[in-house]
């Protein structure tokens, strides 16, 4: 319990059932109140299926959910989160799942953000010409717990159907689509309530927000002592040249101004050798 939440009324902006990964821990961690947005469409901040895009970053979007969930039910306190997905920065052909999570306090003027990373995603598409495609793509996207998508066109598709979750119906769907536009396209259903490898990345997301949000100030106890800045140069273990890794992580205080430099914040003194640029170039 945090006695600045304690009590409070606290608004989750999702139509896409994200409440049940971030209700209990937002409940036992804060203390607060949870209440679930009812007429929000966050659909028109941006669909993963190519219909509305998004404008404007992750943090934004989730930002103006937040702002709609307020003025939706009143209350100065809402948490939003916002989903990316595409190819890993290093590996290739590996699909990444990012998950961004967004607690916007009016009274107390917090904005602070708990961000997960995972490639444990299905994230997909496909063009598929006949049943037997379409059904290696299913097992692959772990259909039928994961839910497909069929359209008529990747990006402008004129005919869509979104959250298909049995064998009967993605055949039935794929058969007029296919007899009606000629072309099909098959895709992974991003939405959080249809792709429960999507839930676990926003729980981890949400955990990392209360955890930069509980870290309180060392000088004025105030919450959300944030981390403001981080320091490359870890040494090497071999040859103790500074390598590109973190050496330390410097928090600000946002009330007092306090300011903190803390040594070693991934619980390693020195970098492997493989990372050093003098011992393996
Ligand atoms: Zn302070
Ligand atoms: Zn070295």
């Not at 190819?87 to 990444?96: E, I, K, Q, S």
């Not at 209360?210 to 944030?226: D, E, H, I, V």
């Not at 040249?241 to 946002?254: D, E, G, K």
Request: one cysteine or more; a negative charge; charged letters at 25%.
């Amino acid at each position: 319990m945090v006695p600045e939440f304690q009590g409070r009324n606290l608004v989750i902006a999702t139509m896409h059932g994200k409440d049940r990964v971030m209700r209990s821990l937002l409940e036992q961690t804060l203390g607060v109140k949870i209440h679930v947005t009812k007429n929000l469409n966050t659909d028109l901040l941006g669909t993963f299926s190519g219909e509305i895009e998004r404008v404007g970053s992750a943090e934004e979007a989730a930002k103006r959910k937040c702002e709609l969930a307020m003025e939706e039910t009143g209350f100065d306190l809402a948490v939003a989160s916002e989903g990316s997905f595409g190819p890993h920065p290093y590996l290739f052909g590996v699909p990444v799942n990012e998950e961004l999570v967004y607690l916007f306090d009016r009274a107390l003027d917090i904005h602070c953000i708990g961000k997960s990373i995972s490639n444990e995603t299905n994230f997909s598409s496909t063009k598929v010409s006949d049943s037997n495609t379409l059904l290696d793509f299913a097992r692959m996207v772990r259909f039928p717990t994961h839910a497909i998508i069929l359209k008529n066109d990747l990006y402008k598709p004129t005919t869509i159907q979104k959250g298909i979750s049995d064998y009967d119906h993605l055949l039935e769907v794929f058969n007029r689509m296919k007899s009606r536009c000629g072309i099909v396209h098959a895709e992974t259903d991003m939405r959080a309530m249809y792709n429960p490898s999507r839930m676990g990345v926003i729980e981890q997301a949400t955990q990392a927000m209360l955890t930069a949000l509980t870290n309180r100030c060392p000088s004025c106890n105030s919450l959300f002592f944030k981390l403001s800045d981080f320091e490359i140069g870890l040494p090497c273990s071999l040859c103790a040249l500074p390598t590109q890794s973190i050496l330390a992580h410097h928090y600000a205080c946002r009330v007092c101004g306090f300011k903190e430099r803390k040594l070693f914040p991934k619980n390693k003194e020195a970098e492997d050798p493989m990372y050093c640029d003098y011992c393996n170039p």
